[in-house]
């Protein structure tokens, strides 16, 4: 998944990403991990992550397709 590699690429923790873009923490654990659907997320969530890891929201949703 794009945000996991973002992550790794970045040398970001999940738990920083969580409080720089105020996703909760446990949302950005289901994200990454997959036990949410991406689809089924806010776009504010999907924005405010994708806006801390410079990437865009398309490009969120087209690494799970």
Do not use: F, P, W
């Not at 289901?30 to 924005?47: R, V």
Request: hydrophobic content about 35%; aromatic content about 4%; some cysteine.
């Amino acid at each position: 998944m794009l945000i996991n590699k973002r992550l790794k690429e970045q040398n970001m923790t999940k738990y920083r990403l969580s409080k720089e873009s105020g996703v909760a923490q446990t949302t950005i654990n289901d994200i990454c991990s997959g036990k949410a659907e991406l689809g089924k997320c806010s776009a504010g969530t999907l924005y405010r992550i994708a806006k801390v890891l410079n990437i865009s929201v398309e490009d969120i949703l087209e690494s799970v397709k």
